[in-house]
């Protein structure tokens, strides 16, 4: 037991947790930094040793090359995803789309046909046919991503969605801060004192946070239908979840477990209610009410 704490403090020390955020993000940007210079050699070599007049001649292998790929992501996406959905979290088919499509490959392909032995006598067949391979990854699929990404039913971030995604954090935090405090207050770390100007400061924190919050929501009525269906599905999602941690438990039979998931699909299946409107109630007491109520 000893031995697993020294190693975990000794992981929080020598690891990203044990460094300032100035030292994490000069260490982060230099590996991406890095990361790039090694990608752009791997493409730089390729161009070299592969003649780019010999892909028009070899187009019958790089077509197969092709359809390989794209075969065996099917099978691996859709049919993955398959599996997964009859058992816990459902995958839409929005997404199974977009991780189909997302396949691409680059710089890893590239330095395993590069790797090949010189003796081999289709080297250069399968340097040309991987060229090939990522040359359409890369122009084919990734051009086109972008089109996939804008279906409806993913996840669009918008200016407003990510304004009130920050307002959101702050709150949380600033709960979380609040709960500290207060734990760290009944432990005796807090003298009393200290504690009752520090709960003021910390109700009107989270009272500003709340109203800002509030502001935005009756300013962007999407907003809170957006909200209201993610936390359904959330809820949906959950239910799926403990249905199939009960079946797997043998609580509930099959029967019953294929018959209770349908239920659930079908109601995640449904189309959203966005037109009933939602009111918001501050129900969240100030420290000034706190106290008169105590």
């Not at 493409?43 to 070299?48: E, T």
């Not at 396949?103 to 395993?112: K, P, V, W």
């Not at 207060?182 to 910390?202: A, F, K, N």
Request: glycine content about 6%; overall charge negative; aromatic content about 6%.
């Amino acid at each position: 037991m000893a031995v697993s704490t020294s190693r975990n403090q000794a992981g929080d020390i020598l690891g990203p947790r044990g460094m300032s955020p100035t030292t994490r993000i000069v260490l982060f940007n230099f590996w991406e930094y890095l990361a790039f210079v090694a990608n752009s050699l791997v493409f730089l070599l390729i161009g070299l040793q592969v003649n780019i007049p010999q892909i028009v001649t070899h187009i019958g292998p790089i077509v197969v090359a092709v359809l390989a790929v794209v075969v065996s992501r099917t099978v691996v996406v859709y049919g993955l995803t398959w599996l997964i959905n009859r058992r816990t979290r459902s995958v839409s088919t929005v997404y199974q789309h977009v991780q189909f499509w997302g396949g691409l490959r680059g710089a890893i392909s590239l330095a395993l046909a590069l790797s090949l032995s010189a003796s081999r006598v289709d080297r250069e067949l399968l340097k040309i046919m991987t060229f090939g391979v990522v040359l359409f990854t890369l122009v084919g699929q990734g051009t086109t991503m972008q089109f996939l990404l804008k279906k409806p039913g993913m996840a669009q971030h918008t200016t407003e969605t990510l304004e009130f995604d920050r307002r959101h954090r702050r709150l949380m935090v600033a709960r979380a801060a609040r709960q500290r405090l207060e734990q760290l207050h009944r432990d005796g770390s807090i003298s009393d004192p200290t504690w009752e100007q520090l709960v003021r400061e910390m109700d009107d924190q989270v009272q500003a946070h709340l109203d800002e919050q509030r502001d935005l929501l009756n300013q962007y009525p999407a907003l809170r239908a957006e909200e209201l269906e993610n936390a359904r599905r959330e809820g949906l999602r959950t239910q799926r979840a403990t249905l199939a941690a009960l079946q797997r438990d043998g609580v509930i039979s099959e029967r019953a477990y294929e018959e209770l998931v349908s239920e659930v699909d079908a109601a995640l299946d449904e189309p959203a209610a966005l037109d009933e409107p939602i009111t918001i109630h501050n129900d969240t007491p100030t420290a000034e009410e706190g106290k008169a109520n105590a």
